[in-house]
């Protein structure tokens, strides 16, 4: 009896599947074979495993002692982190050793000492890395870098092409550790915000460069039991929690919608601390979806074909399709569509800036109806970006609240080019659920966002508008854990008597002495305009005293204005209160940042 046949025999498959699959694999070599067993080993980390209790086959790798692959990985929201998980996963699965590395933890001193490296980093605003793959990145552009003839390497980059220096970070990389003497071990993958597609290919081949690099344990196959697992929650298999509360926590008179959000995790498992985010899976506003077939004259009962999937029209446009914002892609494939000059024009290379600023502004429809061009529903679905969760900061801690988790929802409605826009989740949170309607969900770690590990250190925490969300989190948990350290918060909005989110809860606090400061700029209640900035450099002082004392500082909130007025103003308290010139400024603050006493979570 040969080892296929050994195979078939002890799968869970059946005799008539398990041949099924002998017959599929013979002829196959050992390239295919690997590939293969990528494939599966995806597959099998996106499913659900729930199963009874049974002995199933289960290749055991005999211990051989080897170099281990390398996985460093740089993320902002979260999806670098999901992959590089997710090749670990199918590393260990085939056998083979595997070290994984957050960008800001990596000891650089190895890096002369690798041997096989994967970098999956992604890319934020304009080509910059996230804050915290700053140091790694760095120190690879520096002089200080070593020669790097024994590494071989691949990087699997992720942004947003929407952006003119798309994976730029990615792209440096991996021409720095050439330029260092490194080898590929295959190209550079390069992923938009649905990253899945391009990813995928470049996981498998990952897995298959390391078995061939390294050699991959001889396998046994074996009989283990397998417990009754309970059901593992995730981006890929989200929980469904019941809404236990959608309140308005602004004034009737306010121009914003806030909304507090509470939902239940209850039975779900799902853990997560201070700092974490809630991943939603949104629906687009129903009255877009409408507009969109409308304009394009599209029966919405058309069924259409997509990644193996068959739905009507109207459940990908209201479930599975990106149509709340524009991409750089569906544009182009729309330009070429309606041979419109003024489109060719706007997406060519010299005219970036405009671009860019077409993107922030259009949604799907007003392209659609601005510059018209007929679409099959097939191509329409085949074009269009896949919805992609949404990421919130989560108000709540988990000692206070239990199996519950709390979000801060800004609603976005506004009136542009002749049409009404709504953001796909956060118009889906505020005006389209209710109590105990279903949300799917999951938590999406942050690990470069967390309370100090001493208590007894002092926090200040800054963050505008919905950025006050995770403080809210960091206040409970503090109060929660009975931690000695001071808490300052500095909080922003346009106006006091209509805007001030958690007013109630934040001078309560301060009165049971868990907020020991509490500074507020309303920026519209005066006639010259007051922002958290502002308050930081009349509090400067104190506030420089506060940081020479040991204290953490925490940012939340808008990355393009906020974050670096922020930054400039504790630039300024350096010079001002601490006999800096504006130079050591910035690399006081940029020790602080390597310190993990400078931390931000901007969007």
Known sequence: MNAASIAVLATPLGADKGAQLQRLVEGLDASSLNWLSGYFAGLAARSLPVSAPQFQPTAVPQATPQTPVTVVYGTQTGNSRLLAERLKQRLESAGVAVRVFRAGEYPTRELKNERVLYVVISTQGDGDPPDDARGFFEFVLSKRAPALNQLQFSVLSLGDSSYPKFCEVGRVLDERFAQLGAARLFSRADCDVDFEPVAEPWLGQALERARTELGSPVATVTQLPTASVAPTFSREN?????????????????????????????????????????????????????????????????????????????????EGLEITRLSRPFLTSHASRSGDKELERLIAPENAAGLRKLLDSHQVIDLLRSHPAEWSAKDLVGALRRLTPRLYSIA??????????????????????????????????????????????????????????????????????TGVAPFRAFVQERAETGASGRNWL???????????????EWQEAVKKGVLHRLDVAFS??????????????????????????????????????????????????????????????????ETLREQQRYLRDVY
């Open 396 to 465: 709540s801690s988990q000692k206070r609240v239990g199996d519950e988790v709390h979000l801060t929802v800004a609603r976005v409605d506004y009136e542009a080019f002749g049409t009404r826009h709504f953001g796909a989740a956060s118009s889906y949170l505020s005006t389209r659920t209710a109590e105990k309607d279903l949300v799917e969900v999951f938590i999406e770690s942050n690990e470069r966002f967390r309370l100090p590990a001493d208590p007894s250190r002092d926090i200040l925490m800054i963050g505008p508008g």
């Open 490 to 504: 500095f909080f922003g909005e346009q106006h006091f008597r209509s805007q001030f989110l958690y007013q109630v």
């Open 524 to 589: 519209r209640d005066q006639g010259q305009k007051v922002y958290v900035q502002h308050r930081l450099r009349e509090k400067g002082r104190d506030v420089h005293a506060w940081l020479e004392g040991g204290a953490s500082i925490y940012v939340c909130g808008e990355a393009q204005r906020m974050a670096p007025d922020v930054h400039e103003a504790l630039i300024d308290i350096y010079v001002a209160h601490g006999g800096k010139s504006r130079e050591e400024a910035r690399a006081h603050l």
């Open 238 to 318: 989200p929980y469904p929690a019941q809404v236990l509360a959608n309140q308005r926590i602004t004034g009737r008179d306010a121009l914003k919608d806030v909304r507090h959000v509470e939902l239940s995790l209850e039975g779900s498992g799902l853990r997560y601390e201070p700092g974490d985010a809630l991943g939603v899976v949104p629906r687009n506003p129903p009255e877009l979806v409408d507009a969109v077939l409308s304009t394009l004259k599209l029966d919405g009962a058309t069924e259409v074909s997509r990644d193996g999937r068959v739905l009507p029209l109207h459940r990908w446009l209201s």
